[in-house]
């Protein structure tokens, strides 16, 4: 399964978020326009609607040019001459309207434009007369440009709201695949951590299972190399199945009883070997003869032997693994005669790839820091806590704490 950086996964994500921000916003964008030319159209319809209602009104019921409604000029023409409302536009009367409806007898509209205006002109024939009544249209035109110009701003307000809206909407749509991204870095992460030394264990046993074969050894040489090898791959099965646990956000997996005590011993017996090339030796102090909590064996067992192995790592001659009983919880104490923990490295020293190690000074070289913060990560899957500090000889003390199986044991 091939891995993508960190950083080019964060890019893809913010990528996603505001495209599928923009689209929202575009299509909401869409919608509004639409809407907003339909109620653009639905207004000017309706503004044409009432001016010619009114010239065809004010056609109907004139008797004379001098008393027209406000904003209309009126013209009659007669067999006694053409007379119009004083002070009409120079553009009015329209005589073209009126010779053309004095032909057909048919009533018309009519646009006419002179000095800076608009004036709509609707013209009848009435009994012997031809009667024209104008409109100056500016109003209307100043009131169509006032929504046009009142739709434009909230348009472009609204659009930048919904690309707002959708930029949020899309972080929240690409949470969860951000979250099944890291959950995927992260068990790459632990199994790539978790794996590489029970693997190369089992090369190794393979290997030398191998070459006694083809040394012809005796049998009972090559059924114990066959043993450790069955157990080998044995320990590797028990840590697929927690990382496989561990990544299963549905399981619950606390169903195991767990003595702490033979955990603790059980990890002092395996850093043995590894301390020895140190110089370390490393002593198991229980203090009760059993801690009883519920959890997964290879889990819990993984926990104390990083904790164990990091003492070993920085201990200048010993390791003590101290278990005891506080209340209801169960505590184990690694603690190692290093040079501590530096307190700037403490605040992170349980994250994940810390680019320092406790008890060592920063270098170039960066550490993947994910022992520690597996350890973390198993202590709260068990309802529990690490944590780290000095002891009284100024080395470094880590402790695990576990809620006990029973609390009124």
Do not use: K
Not at 71 to 80: E, H, M
Not at 187 to 197: C, I, N
Not at 202 to 227: K, M, N, P
């Amino acid at each position: 399964m091939s891995r993508v950086p960190a950083s080019t996964e964060a890019r893809l994500l913010r990528r996603a978020t505001w495209r599928l921000g923009l689209q929202v916003g575009l299509s909401v964008a869409a919608i509004v326009v639409l809407l907003s030319g339909l109620a653009v159209f639905m207004v000017l319809r309706s503004q044409q609607d009432d001016v010619t209602t009114l010239l065809q009104q004010a056609v109907s019921q004139a008797d004379d040019v001098q008393d027209p409604p406000a904003g209309v000029w009126l013209a009659i023409q007669g067999p006694g001459g053409l007379t119009a409302t004083p002070g009409a536009p120079a553009v009015l009367p329209d005589r073209a309207a009126l010779a053309n409806v004095a032909e057909t007898g048919v009533a018309r509209t009519d646009e006419v434009r002179g000095g800076g205006a608009v004036y709509q002109v609707y013209t009848q024939r009435r009994d012997t007369q031809l009667v024209q009544a104008g409109l100056d249209l500016r109003s209307n035109n100043d009131e169509r440009e006032r929504l046009l110009a009142a739709m434009l701003v909230s348009g472009g307000l609204g659009l930048l709201l919904a690309v707002g809206a959708g930029v949020w909407l899309g972080r929240r749509a690409v949470a969860p695949m951000a979250t099944a991204l890291g959950m995927q870095r992260r068990f790459v992460a632990d199994a790539s951590h978790e794996l590489r030394t029970p693997l190369t264990l089992l090369s190794t046993r393979a290997q030398v299972l191998r070459r006694h074969l083809q040394r012809g050894d005796s049998r009972e040489r090559l059924t114990a190399e066959a043993d450790g090898v069955v157990a080998d791959a044995g320990h590797l099965a028990d840590i697929l199945e927690d990382l496989l646990l561990a990544a299963d956000v549905r399981a619950d997996g606390l169903t195991t009883t767990l003595d702490l005590v033979d955990l603790a011993a059980r990890a002092a017996a395996a850093g043995t070997p590894a301390a020895a090339e140190r110089s370390v030796l490393i002593e198991a102090r229980p203090t009760v003869p059993a801690l009883l909590v519920r959890g997964t064996h290879g889990g819990l067992l993984r926990a104390v032997t990083a904790l164990v192995d990091n003492a070993v790592t920085h201990a200048r001659s010993s390791v003590a693994i101290t278990t005891r009983r506080a209340g209801t919880t169960a505590v184990v104490e690694v603690s190692d005669d290093g040079p501590g923990i530096d307190p700037a490295v403490l605040p992170g020293l349980f994250e994940r790839f810390s680019s320092t190690r406790a008890g060592t000074e920063p270098s170039p070289r960066r550490h993947y820091g994910i022992g520690l913060a597996l350890v973390s990560e198993i202590a709260e899957r068990h309802g529990g806590h690490v944590s780290a500090g000095t002891n009284p000889d100024g080395g470094a003390l880590l402790t695990l704490t576990l809620p006990l199986a029973d609390a009124g044991q």
